[in-house]
Every structure is written in structure tokens, then in C-alpha cells.
């Protein structure tokens, strides 16, 4: 009798399904060739220091490999970081396209979900579902970024430290990217004031990557709570400001922080010659440069500084940006986009925005008409009274705001607009007692 021999089935290599390739922190990527992960890393280096053309990037990766899931991914996240209403359609496009793939791992999915969450207005189901995903890839960086981002715009303190801290001991110096982990972390013990620990943290990321203008940032932040004017205008100021402006999409705002300490020191001209130059000057349409064009101009218009004709070719482009059907999607750019319409004087754009706030209002429980109804909402109309004679209504509208400020999102710094608008409504309305209160406190 013979024993039959027990043979195991063959996979010829010409069928074998290739295991995907792997990025820089280890994780699989579906659907990319190595051409299109190079062209992705360094997308996401440029999206971590906020420098050149990251989107560009992202779509050249894509160019390489159309079925690569982070490659959709990353032009998803990068059209809605920035809170552009145009940018929402883009985004919805590249999660479509990114659902039709035949290949998407776990974490890959969980990236498209938190994606579909903003998209709907879910903001903080986003950021809880990008903290899960961070908690299980620790190395994810861009999950870490786009978290960081959204408790930004949410106004959550905790978790722009928190979220990574958890991180951190995942990461070493040697790892891509460890730097923004450090400029990140910076920011959020900045914003929950651990202004030593956030200043150490922001100095060391600056040295491990000078083009890292988030780290940058963060440190101005550091020197803009302690009151440290002279300080921040040498750390932003002169031969360093090539280093973090050439090439940066952050320029602007750390430009405006650099006004900022001028203001402090009622160098007024220096802080003119920076909105001439820098912050008013490329006539960007970015939104995120609107609200540091708007926010500036406003403070010195609260102080009666004469600002010219410059609200007007600043109120054209918000109203370019307002007048779209996406308009409305974040609270916090509607209150700058009112700066500078009651600024200009153009009253009909003013009130189509308020039409549109009602209207995200009306839609029910998104985020971002919680954002609107908690804060946005009274701050723009706040803003609008004061423009139109009536200080005291807008007292009336800022007082209760004050304390849970932060849910519409920004930092410290910049909300501080609506303490400062607070106290002009005071002095305006002839509420002395008050306005000297707000300003001891």
C-alpha cells in the first residue's frame, strides 16, 4: 500500500496580490506605487509645516496611483482644514472617489469617516473618532494634524494638548515629522497655559525643523499671553521672518501676531506698515488670511485709528467667500466676514449674512449651528449694532458670551476681539462702571 503524499497548493507569483506598500511611520497604504508615496510624503511634510503646495502634492500622488485611499485622503483633509466653503465640495469629491476604491484598511476608513463627519457639520464626532484612531495608530500622523485642527476650530483646549501628549512617547527625534509633534504639543500647553513647558516645546521643534511655522506660532502665542512684546517682535521680527514666512500658508497669521506686539507697544505706524505690507497687502482670498486682515483692522478701529479705504477691497473678497451656497459651514469667519462689511459700509452684504446665519440656525443639531447658536450668532449682530449706533445692544449681546467664548473655536488671542469689543460697546453706551471693570480685569 502507498501513502499518498499530501501536497500544499501553489500561488504562482504572477497572481499573487503584492502586500501594500508602507509609509514613513510604518502604515499599510492601499493603492500606492512607489512614486505616488514619495510625491504623498512630501505632501505631508509641506502640510506640517504649512509651507508650498501640499494639495498640489496630494493630486500628484493621485496622478501616480488613482486607487492610493490616503492619496484621496490627504486632498479631503487639506480642502477642509481650511474652512473654505468652496473647499467642501473638492472634499465630498475626494471621500466619493476614495469609497469607490476596491482597497481600504481600517485606518484608512476610519480617516474617511471622520471626513464624512465634518462634511455633515459633526466637528467634535470628528475629532472623538480621530482621537480613537490616533489612540490605535499613535505614528498616524496626519490624524494627529487634522485632530489638532479641529480642536482648534472647536475651541478645545484640553485636547490640543492632550491629544498629543498620548502620542508622544509613540515618537522619537529620528521619526519624519516629530517636530510638528512638538509644535503641536506647544500650541496646546500654550492655550491651557503651561507657557514654560509650550515655550520649551515650540524653541525645540523650531530647531529640529525651522520651516515649521505651527512651532513658530506657538511660541509668539507664548509671548503674546505673558505680555513679552519686545520679545516676540525679535522672535518674529527681522532676519527670522524669512525663515518661517518664505513659503508659508501661516505667513499671514504670524505676521499678524507680529502686528499684534506692536499694537501692544502702540507702534501704530509699524503695525500699519504690516497690514500695508504683509497682512492686507497680497490681497489673499484665503479665509484664513481674511479673518487676520478683518481682526487687525478692527482693533484699530475699536482704538479710533482712521484705517482709510482699506475695509474695501477686504469686504469684496469676504463678500466673494459669503455669497456662496456653502457659506455659512464656521461661525467664527462669519464674525470677521462683519468686520469688515460694517467696515466698508456695505449693508446689503451685512444683512445677506445674517440671512445666511438664520439659515444654518433653522438646519437643527449640526455643530455648526450649535457654534452659530452658542456664540457666532450674537457676536456678528453684536458687531453690526456697534457699527450702527446702537452700543448698547451690542453690550447686551456680548456680556453672556464671554464665558463660554471658546466653543466657536479659535485661541485665546483671537477671541480676545470680543473682550475688546465688549469694552468699546461699554464706553460707547456710557457704561462707564463697566467698561473700567472689563478693563482691570
Not at 493630486?59 to 468652496?86: I, R
Request: glycine share 8%; charged share 20%.
Amino acid at each position: 500500500m502507498t501513502q499518498a503524499t499530501a501536497t500544499k497548493p501553489t500561488t504562482s507569483a504572477a497572481t499573487a496580490t503584492p502586500a501594500p506598500l508602507k509609509d514613513a511611520h510604518g502604515h499599510a497604504m492601499s493603492g500606492a506605487t512607489r512614486a505616488a508615496l514619495d510625491l504623498y510624503e512630501t505632501a505631508c511634510h509641506e502640510m506640517r509645516c504649512l509651507i508650498n503646495d501640499p494639495l498640489a502634492g496630494a493630486n500628484a500622488a493621485l496622478a501616480e496611483a488613482p486607487q492610493m485611499t490616503m492619496g484621496h485622503v490627504l486632498v479631503a483633509w487639506l480642502n477642509l482644514l481650511g474652512t473654505e466653503p468652496a473647499g467642501l465640495p473638492e472634499a465630498r469629491a475626494a471621500l466619493e472617489r476614495a469609497r469607490a476604491l476596491p482597497a481600504v484598511n481600517e485606518r484608512e476608513g476610519m480617516h474617511l469617516a471622520a471626513i464624512e463627519h465634518v462634511l455633515r457639520g459633526r466637528w467634535h464626532a470628528a475629532g472623538l473618532l480621530l482621537e480613537d484612531l490616533a489612540i490605535r495608530y499613535p505614528r498616524d500622523a496626519l490624524a494627529i494634524q487634522a485632530g489638532h485642527q479641529i480642536d482648534f476650530f472647536t475651541g478645545h483646549s484640553r485636547m490640543l494638548r492632550d491629544r498629543i501628549a498620548r502620542a508622544l512617547p509613540d515618537w522619537s527625534p529620528a521619526m519624519p515629522g516629530y517636530h510638528a509633534l512638538l509644535g503641536m504639543h506647544a500650541f496646546g500647553l500654550e492655550e491651557t497655559g503651561d507657557y514654560a513647558g509650550a515655550e520649551r516645546a515650540g524653541r525645540r521643534a523650531v530647531e529640529l525643523q525651522p520651516r515649521d511655522g505651527w512651532a513658530w506660532h506657538a511660541v509668539a502665542h507664548v509671548m503674546e499671553m505673558q505680555d513679552r512684546r519686545r520679545d516676540g517682535i525679535a522672535w518674529l521680527g527681522g532676519a527670522h521672518s524669512g525663515t518661517w514666512s518664505e513659503g508659508s500658508f501661516l505667513a499671514v497669521h504670524n505676521w499678524w501676531h507680529l502686528a499684534l506686539f506692536h499694537l501692544g507697544l502702540e507702534e501704530t505706524d509699524e503695525v500699519l506698515k504690516l497690514v500695508d505690507a504683509r497682512i492686507l497687502g497680497g490681497n489673499s482670498g484665503v479665509v484664513l488670511d481674511m479673518i487676520d486682515a478683518s481682526a487687525m483692522l478692527w482693533r484699530l478701529h475699536l482704538r479710533g485709528i482712521d484705517v482709510g479705504n482699506r475695509w474695501q477691497a477686504l469686504a469684496e473678497r469676504w463678500a466673494a467667500v459669503t455669497n456662496l451656497p456653502e457659506a455659512g459651514n464656521y461661525a467664527f469667519n462669519d464674525l470677521h466676514a462683519m468686520m469688515a462689511f460694517v467696515g466698508a459700509g456695505r449693508e446689503e452684504d451685512a444683512a445677506r449674512l445674517l440671512e445666511n446665519q438664520q439659515r444654518v440656525l433653522l438646519q437643527g443639531q449640526a455643530d455648526t449651528a450649535m457654534f452659530m447658536r452658542d456664540v457666532g450668532h450674537d457676536a456678528t449682530r453684536a458687531v453690526h449694532a456697534l457699527a450702527h449706533g446702537d452700543a448698547a445692544r451690542a453690550v447686551q449681546l456680548l456680556r453672556p458670551l464671554r464665558s463660554h467664548a471658546h466653543r466657536f473655536g479659535g485661541s485665546h488671542a483671537q477671541r480676545d476681539i470680543i473682550d475688546l469689543t465688549l469694552i468699546a460697546a461699554a464706553e460707547k453706551a456710557g457704561q462707564q462702571a463697566l467698561a473700567r471693570a472689563l478693563k482691570h480685569e
